[in-house]
């Protein structure tokens, strides 16, 4: 059975960086062109697309937020790790992990989220 | 990048009828489309990729048809756990991944 679950911080001052992370389990990040991404969902909004790693280290971000994202593995964890860094309120959502097959770019298999806030 | 466009936003059909949701992209996917469900409080659920390929215990009401630029994701009756936001999402030329700003289905 796979599962993916996010952690990290409720809230997040502006300007800050926020670092959250994605523990998985029952999938191997060590399969050719597997991947984990991460999305976000502003409250009340469509889902918006940030950052996937693939199992070869390989990364991939959004353009719009390429210079405020780092996303990087531990493999002998399983964790997936999602940095942003200079947060604003805009930057609320709920953050979800999730696994990208091999092959294509969609998402089969989705963490619960984890609401993050940025406020003063 | 791809602008996915999705309609109606809001969708009222009444339990035991069928739904057609439309999604249209500002280029050509082929087939690199994938629709989603998600209920109030919960994470998307994969329905359908390859825009008519439906993910593993999805059931047979679900159906997605289309290519090119235009694709239709029909739930053919109803049930009350099918009401929902739906989103459709193109992988064919990325980054960015990107995703339709949702249909609405509610119950009439």
């Known amino acids: 059975q796979i599962t993916l679950k996010e952690s990290g911080p409720t809230l997040v001052k502006p300007t800050q960086t926020l670092t959250l992370t994605c523990t998985f389990s029952g999938l191997s990040l060590s399969t050719s062109t597997v991947g984990v991404g991460w999305i976000r969902q502003p409250p009340g909004k469509a889902l918006e697309w940030l950052a996937l790693i693939y199992w070869d280290d390989d990364k991939r971000y959004s353009p719009s937020l390429r210079s405020r994202l780092s996303i990087s593995k531990d493999t002998s964890k399983k964790q997936v790790v999602l940095t942003m860094t200079n947060v604003d309120p805009v930057d609320t959502a709920t953050y979800y992990c999730a696994h990208k097959p091999s092959g294509v770019a969609h998402f089969d298999y989705w963490g619960l989220g984890t609401l993050v806030t940025v406020s003063s | 990048e791809i602008v996915m466009t999705q309609s109606p936003a809001t969708l009222s059909v009444s339990p035991g009828e069928r739904a057609t949701l439309s999604c249209r992209a500002s280029?050509?996917?082929?087939?690199?489309l994938a629709w989603y469900q998600q209920k109030p409080g919960q994470a998307p659920r994969l329905l359908i990729y390859g825009a008519s390929t439906r993910a593993t215990g999805i059931p047979a009401r679900f159906s997605g048809s289309g290519s090119g630029t235009e694709f239709t994701l029909t739930i053919s009756s109803l049930q009350s756990e099918d009401f929902a936001v739906y989103y459709c999402?193109?992988?064919?030329?990325?980054?960015?991944?990107?995703f339709g700003q949702g249909t609405r289905l509610e119950i009439k």
């Open positions: 999402q193109q992988y064919k030329n990325w980054p960015p991944i990107t």
């Open positions: 280029q050509s996917l082929t087939s690199s």
